[in-house]
């Protein structure tokens, strides 16, 4: 399932990357036979790194794009900036094509609306956690007063207060992914571009620079691309996810609609383990009052029911249903609109809905 809206802050139109001196020909075998990844690669010794991609992203959102090693994800995101030029297809940020950017242009783009953060921060080791944060203002000729007033704000916003005169090597590896965070917020650009930022660390330490940057986020609006191989990263930060797998977008979609309607075999495989209590809402899995009462159960006093919302998630559902006889009554503006039974709790913990 893929996506192609021309109104996105970023846009991708029908995006191919083939690597290999026979590109061209062997994209259009690909369009004209679907060639897998491994027969393009023995027919025409070429790797197909994006196949056919076409997505938008909203402004303010976190579009999380996972796969496994070699799904073609981080060379995706890299054609947004034009770090990798297309074999085919448009990118599109706020309706300008960057592929009609000439050398100038694209550089203040990069410096200006992108910014990226990636798994290895490349800290410059002889600069100051305030200098590598300033360093990219540096290099835009923005004068010292500006580029230390902006270093000390972003300092405080990624909760660095109190480091800013200590150097690369004096930090743990989460402090120094709030720097490279740093660096790339302290141009303010619109979009953020982050590769597998936080797969290296410690879960506990990952989990709170992932609570850390979704407070972040909230804040300042900014649209963001979050490269990641963990899906329960991606569940946990994405508004949606794309699922790529040998180059090409397999499904588009909310947490809770990959993992309730996975689009194949291969994205059910991948969701299979999920716990479902955070990703499913009353909404997804009530019925109607009337479809309730049509088996014959009229629904029992109001205030002798618990009462959720229709946003309330499994979880909040299985404290609520817990020694309780009755169905739960999902209320909306005061008034009953649907009845989850434990009958459909229980279906939507095992993810049918």
């Not at 590896?173 to 650009?189: F, W, Y």
């Amino acid at each position: 399932m893929t996506q192609d809206q021309s109104n996105g802050v970023v846009v991708t139109r029908n995006v191919w990357k083939i690597f290999g001196d026979r590109a061209a020909e062997a994209m259009e075998a690909v369009r004209r036979e679907d060639l897998s990844k491994a027969e393009v690669l023995e027919r025409f010794e070429a790797v197909v790194g994006v196949k056919d991609v076409s997505i938008s992203v909203d402004e303010g959102e976190i579009f999380c794009i996972m796969g496994l090693s070699g799904s073609g994800k981080s060379t995706l995101v890299r054609h947004i900036n034009r770090l990798i030029e297309p074999t085919s297809g448009e990118i599109l940020i706020n309706g300008e094509n960057v592929g009609n950017l000439n050398a100038e242009e694209l550089r203040a783009m990069r410096a200006d609306k992108i910014g990226m953060v990636f798994q290895s921060m490349a800290l410059l080791p002889h600069r100051t956690v305030r200098d590598n944060i300033a360093f990219a203002l540096e290099l835009r000729n923005v004068d010292a007063f500006t580029r230390a007033n902006v270093a000390e704000r972003v300092i405080e916003l990624v909760s660095l207060q109190g480091y800013g005169d200590r150097m690369p090597s004096e930090l743990s590896g989460g402090m120094q992914q709030r720097v490279g965070l740093a660096r790339a917020m302290a141009a303010d650009p619109d979009i953020l571009l982050m590769d597998e930022p936080f797969s290296a660390l410690d879960p506990l330490i990952r989990r709170g620079l992932q609570d850390e940057f979704l407070e972040l986020s909230q804040r300042m609006k900014k649209t963001t691309l979050f490269i990641t191989h963990d899906l329960d990263e991606a569940i946990r930060m994405g508004t949606r996810i794309a699922i790529m797998k040998d180059g090409a977008i397999v499904q588009t979609g909310t947490p809770e609609e990959i993992v309730t309607q996975p689009a194949d075999k291969y994205v059910a495989d991948f969701v299979a383990g999920i716990s479902k209590l955070k990703l499913i809402f009353a909404h997804t899995v009530m019925q109607s009052v009337e479809a309730y009462e049509s088996n014959g159960k009229p629904l029992p006093s109001f205030d002798d029911c618990p009462q959720a919302s229709p946003e309330d998630d499994l979880d909040v559902l299985v404290g609520l249903a817990i020694n309780q006889e009755n169905p739960i009554v999902i209320v909306s503006d005061s008034k009953p609109v649907g009845v989850v039974t434990k009958d459909a709790l229980l279906r939507g913990i095992q993810g049918e809905v």
